[in-house]
């Protein structure tokens, strides 16, 4: 298919920088009660309570696996420290510096809200958000320049899935409702046109690239997912779901292992090099609800999935069979509400995901908050949870860059960069 010329690039004025400081804040405003780490221990099975009693807890700290980091790493080359410990080490220390995140940049550039957000693979101040309209945000706000803003069509764009192309970052995959999976660069143009629906009924919720393999992977609202080599060439196209497919990740490890997820309350696991038909998946994975999406760890050994409802699951790769981690949280789906995803931190056995508090939630406290929830990978306990009391909506999207240092969310129309008290003072 001939690519064919975006509308031209436009520079948005609606990034606003807003740094926070405590030196900034009002004297009579107290610490906003969600910073406080909140510990619920799991009872006799796997599953994990995330509710937190806020009264009380002011005072809870995890004490610190080592004295210091310094410390841990020379205990480590004496042979006296073994690796996990020492990474449990560098976790604690990481959990312990949120207290200091504060959001130290803010920008609302679409009339629609945000629906797609991710971090430039190589340059930790960069990151790309796309919005229902089709609209897409290139901003580096590392640097005083303003941002570059890709105008969409509008009604009907709306931007389902975005990826850096890890063979030139200088352009970005997308999947949309406009029907099509695309190659783009960042003034818009449309380099190649992986796959289109060419019809209205017929768009694409997902997309996923692997640089190892040089494939593409795109699911659509149908229930197919596509298979392309990254000159354009379709590999297959079946139809691995009754209904929309609503993520697709290849494994970071092993990129032949694909997981796609399912509003069919399935999550499916395939070998690329042995599909031949839908009944051809490795292992299915059912769930009581329609399920948003499915994410493998940084280092492939787990998968992280998030139902429409109010349940967070942990598969280990290597035990498909076994029962997973059960972690009940908020997050129900609403039409109008970009749908909540977790995902990993890239560093630590950490899971980052927006809380949206339902008062039929068995752990529901009267006013709880919209927070940022983290969660340890390993035992499903409830380590922080980020909030501002300025930005006090529900944060569907939440991401931190390849370095781990900085946390991106999405807030209905508006893009949250939280960073270090310091360091955003820096930035």
Same mark, same amino acid.
């Given at each position: 298919?001939? +690519? *064919?010329?975006?509308?031209?690039?436009? !520079?948005?004025?609606? /990034?606003?920088?807003?740094?926070? $400081?405590? =030196?900034?804040? %009002? +004297? *009579?405003?107290?610490?906003?009660?969600? !910073?406080?780490?909140? /510990?619920?221990?799991?009872?006799? $099975?796997? =599953?994990?309570? %995330?509710?937190?009693?806020?009264?009380?807890?002011?005072?809870?700290?995890?004490?610190?696996?080592?004295?210091?980091?310094? =410390?841990?790493?020379?205990?480590?080359?004496?042979?006296?420290?073994?690796?996990?410990?020492?990474?449990?080490?560098?976790?604690?220390?990481?959990?312990?510096?949120?207290?200091?995140?504060?959001?130290?940049?803010?920008?609302?550039?679409?009339?629609?809200?945000?629906?797609?957000?991710?971090?430039?693979?190589?340059?930790?101040?960069?990151?790309?958000?796309?919005?229902?309209?089709?609209?897409?945000?290139?901003?580096?706000?590392?640097?005083?320049?303003?941002?570059?803003?890709?105008?969409?069509?509008?009604?009907?764009?709306?931007?389902?899935?975005?990826?850096?192309?890890?063979?030139?970052?200088?352009?970005?995959?997308?999947?949309?409702?406009?029907?099509?999976?695309?190659?783009?660069?960042?003034?818009?143009?449309?380099?190649?046109?992986?796959?289109?629906?060419?019809?209205?009924?017929?768009?694409?919720?997902?997309?996923?690239?692997?640089?190892?393999?040089?494939?593409?992977?795109?699911?659509?609202?149908?229930?197919?997912?596509?298979?392309?080599?990254?000159?354009?060439?379709?590999?297959?196209?079946?139809?691995?779901?009754?209904?929309?497919?609503?993520?697709?990740?290849?494994?970071?490890?092993?990129?032949?292992?694909?997981?796609?997820?399912?509003?069919?309350?399935?999550?499916?696991?395939?070998?690329?090099?042995?599909?031949?038909?839908?009944?051809?998946?490795?292992?299915?994975?059912?769930?009581?609800?329609?399920?948003?999406?499915?994410?493998?760890?940084?280092?492939?050994?787990?998968?992280?999935?998030?139902?429409?409802?109010?349940?967070?699951?942990?598969?280990?790769?290597?035990?498909?069979?076994?029962?997973?981690?059960?972690?009940?949280?908020?997050?129900?789906?609403?039409?109008?509400?970009?749908?909540?995803?977790?995902?990993?931190?890239?560093?630590?056995?950490?899971?980052?995901?927006?809380?949206?508090?339902?008062?039929?939630?068995?752990?529901?406290?009267?006013?709880?908050?919209?927070?940022?929830?983290?969660?340890?990978?390993?035992?499903?306990?409830?380590?922080?949870?980020?909030?501002?009391?300025?930005?006090?909506?529900?944060?569907?999207?939440?991401?931190?860059?390849?370095?781990?240092?900085?946390?991106?969310?999405?807030?209905?129309?508006?893009?949250?960069?939280?960073?270090?008290?310091?360091?955003?003072?820096?930035?």
């Amino acid at each position: 298919m001939a +690519p *064919r010329k975006r509308p031209e690039t436009q !520079k948005t004025p609606e /990034v606003v920088v807003r740094p926070k $400081s405590k =030196r900034n804040r %009002s +004297p *009579r405003e107290p610490e906003p009660e969600a !910073k406080k780490l909140c /510990v619920k221990g799991p009872g006799s $099975s796997r =599953r994990f309570d %995330s509710g937190c009693l806020w009264a009380g807890l002011s005072s809870l700290r995890v004490p610190p696996l080592c004295s210091s980091i310094v =410390r841990a790493l020379h205990q480590h080359k004496l042979g006296r420290a073994a690796w996990p410990s020492l990474q449990q080490g560098l976790q604690q220390s990481f959990l312990n510096s949120l207290a200091s995140y504060r959001i130290f940049q803010k920008a609302a550039p679409f009339d629609r809200r945000a629906t797609s957000l991710a971090w430039h693979p190589t340059h930790p101040s960069t990151l790309a958000v796309g919005s229902k309209g089709g609209d897409i945000l290139l901003w580096n706000f590392g640097i005083k320049d303003k941002p570059t803003f890709i105008k969409g069509i509008g009604a009907g764009g709306s931007i389902t899935g975005l990826k850096f192309n890890p063979l030139n970052t200088n352009q970005f995959f997308t999947s949309s409702m406009e029907g099509t999976t695309r190659l783009q660069d960042f003034k818009g143009n449309t380099l190649r046109v992986f796959a289109s629906s060419d019809t209205c009924n017929v768009w694409f919720c997902s997309l996923d690239v692997s640089v190892k393999s040089r494939v593409v992977v795109t699911g659509d609202n149908v229930g197919h997912v596509i298979l392309l080599n990254m000159d354009g060439r379709e590999l297959w196209n079946l139809r691995m779901h009754k209904k929309k497919v609503t993520h697709v990740a290849l494994n970071p490890c092993c990129d032949w292992l694909l997981a796609t997820a399912s509003v069919d309350q399935t999550v499916k696991i395939w070998d690329l090099r042995q599909v031949r038909g839908k009944s051809s998946f490795l292992h299915s994975l059912p769930h009581r609800h329609p399920v948003n999406a499915a994410h493998f760890s940084p280092d492939g050994a787990q998968l992280l999935t998030t139902d429409q409802k109010s349940e967070i699951r942990v598969y280990s790769a290597c035990r498909w069979d076994c029962p997973p981690s059960l972690i009940p949280h908020p997050h129900r789906h609403f039409q109008h509400l970009t749908p909540i995803k977790a995902s990993w931190h890239p560093r630590y056995n950490l899971i980052v995901v927006g809380r949206y508090p339902d008062p039929n939630f068995k752990s529901c406290s009267p006013h709880e908050l919209r927070t940022i929830d983290m969660f340890d990978g390993s035992s499903g306990k409830i380590m922080y949870q980020l909030y501002d009391p300025e930005s006090s909506g529900i944060m569907s999207l939440n991401e931190f860059n390849p370095m781990g240092d900085t946390l991106a969310s999405v807030m209905g129309y508006h893009i949250l960069v939280w960073s270090p008290e310091d360091a955003g003072t820096q930035k």
